[in-house]
């Protein structure tokens, strides 16, 4: 059976996991009401997360480009490669989109991003209240699509797993 490499794996699981846990941080801190210590300390980790999040995509982009995934299985249907490939390119375009539009946001309230408390990231936008709240909004909006495609994206592979019964899920598992 051809398989995803262990690089790709792990990448996978990370990605994955990073942003199921930036996710659920974002909506706990927006749900702590006013202004706290607690919740300035939860928007720098979600902060830190979806800086993580972009530099952990692009390595998943140059990764794929320079390691072909396994072929698709014969056994599925073409449209159904069609909807995963379409998926595919939904995610990508989402793991960059959302943290870039948060980052844009957090410079467009006038609040810098330090990664990990060290690293001011560039401000390439100025304070603007305006946009501000557009890209407060075009954060939400795109969160709440990665939040969709990425549960479909699991409910397909558990689908091929225990429906199906064939091995599209075990190809991305490092067993």
């Known amino acids: 059976m051809p398989r995803y490499t ?45 800086v993580t999040v972009l530099f952990l995509a692009v390595l998943r982009v140059l990764w794929r480009k320079a390691n072909r995934p396994p072929p698709p299985l014969a056994s599925i249907p073409a449209w159904q490669h069609k909807i995963a490939e379409g998926m595919h390119i939904l995610l990508y375009l989402l793991i960059f989109a959302v943290p870039i539009s948060g980052y844009l946001y957090s410079y467009a309230a006038g609040v810098p991003v330090v990664y990990l408390g060290l690293w001011q990231m560039p401000a390439v936008i100025a304070p603007d209240p305006e946009l501000k709240a557009t890209l407060k909004t075009v954060h939400y909006v795109l969160t709440m699509t990665m939040a969709a495609a990425v549960v479909a994206h699991a409910l397909a592979a558990l689908k091929h797993h225990f429906i199906d019964r064939d091995v599209t899920l075990k190809r991305m598992l490092p067993l």
Do not use: D, E, N
Not at 6 to 21: D, R, S
Not at 29 to 36: D, E, L, N, Q, R
């Open 6 to 50: 262990k690089i790709a794996m792990l990448l996978h699981w990370l990605v994955a996991l990073l942003i199921i846990a930036t996710f659920f941080l974002g909506l706990s801190m927006v749900a702590i009401p006013g202004f706290s210590p607690t919740k300035l300390k939860y928007f720098s980790w979600h902060k830190w997360m979806g």
